[in-house]
T-cell receptor, first 112, second 115 residues
Framework: GESVGLHLPTLSVQEGDNSIINCAYS??????FIWYKQESGKGPQFIID?????DKRQGQRVTVLLNKTVKHLSLQIAATQPGDSAVYFCAEKALNGQNFVFGPGTRLSVLP | DAGVIQSPRHEVTEMGQEVTLRCKPISGHDYLFWYRQTMMRGLELLIYFNNNVPIDDSGMPEDRFSAKMPNASFSTLKIQPSEPRDSAVYFCASSLRTGGKYEQYFGPGTRLTVT
């Protein structure tokens, strides 16, 4: 895998602070969403998912919020650690579809 | 489980040559996806299979690209002839659609450079 590129939105946070990564999705008919993390040299890795009938879901140190009214998804990472540095993608799946459309990604940089 | 396996990890070839990328999905998974990742276009779905049958190949750029899945444990993505604009990282992913879960497991990717 590769880091995606030079023109990604970048979020820089201090170690220990909370991070919020945002994603605007395009299809109002999307019924399922996933956040992926991609570290340099690796493929995307699943973090957390959420269905469209939910507005919040929590995992270990991560929370995903879904606002269908404005077609917005966010990923919150609590107590950000150096190992959280990566590119984060949201992906949406259309109702009755099987494939996902990925967003452009956001690079998270954790400062010591 | 070893996860999704892709080979080669890196491929450098000259324009006009045939390139074959290989993927072994996670055993028991019933869906297999091929993606391409570039700086300009991000992560794009090329084609996906369900139970070895191609379902949607609308993302395949052109006739130079072809993909096969002869059995549940192997898939190939072929580019013939290759062009410099095909340079990208190609990912294979697999998933098991059960219980309403759609998580895809990605391989490490193949970095293709066409000169």
């Amino acid at each position: 895998g590769e880091s995606v590129g030079l023109h990604l939105p970048t979020l820089s946070v201090q170690e220990g602070d909370n991070s919020i990564i945002n994603c605007a999705y395009s299809n109002s008919a999307s019924d399922y969403f996933i956040w992926y993390k991609q570290e340099s040299g690796k493929g995307p890795q699943f973090i957390i998912d959420i269905r469209s009938n939910m507005d919040k879901r929590q995992g270990q140190r991560v929370t995903v919020l879904l606002n269908k009214t404005v077609k917005h998804l966010s990923l919150q990472i609590a107590a950000t650690q150096p190992g959280d540095s990566a590119v984060y993608f949201c992906a949406e799946k259309a109702l009755n579809g099987q494939n996902f459309v990925f967003g452009p990604g956001t690079r998270l940089s954790v400062l010591p | 489980d070893a996860g999704v396996i892709q080979s080669p990890r890196h491929e450098v070839t000259e324009m006009g040559q045939e390139v074959t990328l290989r993927c072994k999905p996670i055993s028991g998974h019933d869906y297999l996806f091929w993606y391409r990742q570039t700086m300009m276009r991000g992560l794009e779905l090329l084609i996906y299979f369900n139970n070895n049958v191609p379902i949607d190949d609308s993302g395949m750029p052109e006739d130079r690209f072809s993909a096969k899945m002869p059995n549940a444990s192997f898939s190939t993505l072929k580019i013939q002839p290759s062009e410099p604009r095909d340079s990208a990282v190609y990912f294979c992913a697999s998933s098991l659609r059960t219980g309403g879960k759609y998580e895809q497991y990605f391989g490490p990717g193949t970095r293709l450079t066409v000169t």
